[in-house]
């Protein structure tokens, strides 16, 4: 379990192709207290830790995980959004996130407001009903408040504003038009939905 608050930005050192791939990135993290086995957010994708270095760790991420991800867009290099699981007790600052992600969305523009940056989205037609105006929603392993929401001709887009710390402490400093971005939809609006749903077949 996660918050979507990013503590790291690490960088891609390898990849490995060998069945599944072996992805080694950098951290800023102290390896020392980071568990072979534990569970850390990698953009948003939850991946377990199979090996570790003295600023490293690495973890394995199956041909399902690089089909529904942006993970394989990633190379030598690229910057990851890091969060490490929830402990009890610490301080929820984003949302609960789970770290699966619901599907691929892709960013349609980027405008400058004031210091800050309006970001739109578009999002699967099937995830629509889940994104709410002053909602939240994960991208890449951001916890992010959604400013807009647009339905029409069969398309469905969202906005949001990145404001500077944000973006100095996220990937969303490199962000592009056109890139594949990792999304989780509200984890309590989907059990709303769900309910909504199997009251409606009662009727």
Known sequence: M???????VGKVQSITENGDSRIVIKTA????SIDIGASIA?????LTVVDKG???????VSAETLSCTNIGDWQEGS???????LKVGD???????????DALGKILSITGEGDSLRVQFSIPARLAKYVAEKGSVVVNGVS???NEVVDQDGDSIFGINIIPHTQQNTTFST???GDQVNLEIDILARYVARMNEVEMNKL
Do not use: M, P, Q
């Open 2 to 8: 996660f918050t979507g608050i990013i503590t790291d």
């Open 29 to 32: 993290y102290d390896t020392s």
């Open 42 to 46: 990698c953009s948003g994708t939850c």
């Open 54 to 60: 003295g600023d490293w760790f690495s973890v394995d």
């Open 79 to 85: 910057a990851v959004n890091l969060e490490r699981a």
């Open 91 to 101: 301080e929820l600052g984003g949302h609960i996130v789970t770290g699966h992600v």
């Open 144 to 146: 992010l408040t959604v």
């Open 175 to 177: 962000v592009k038009v």
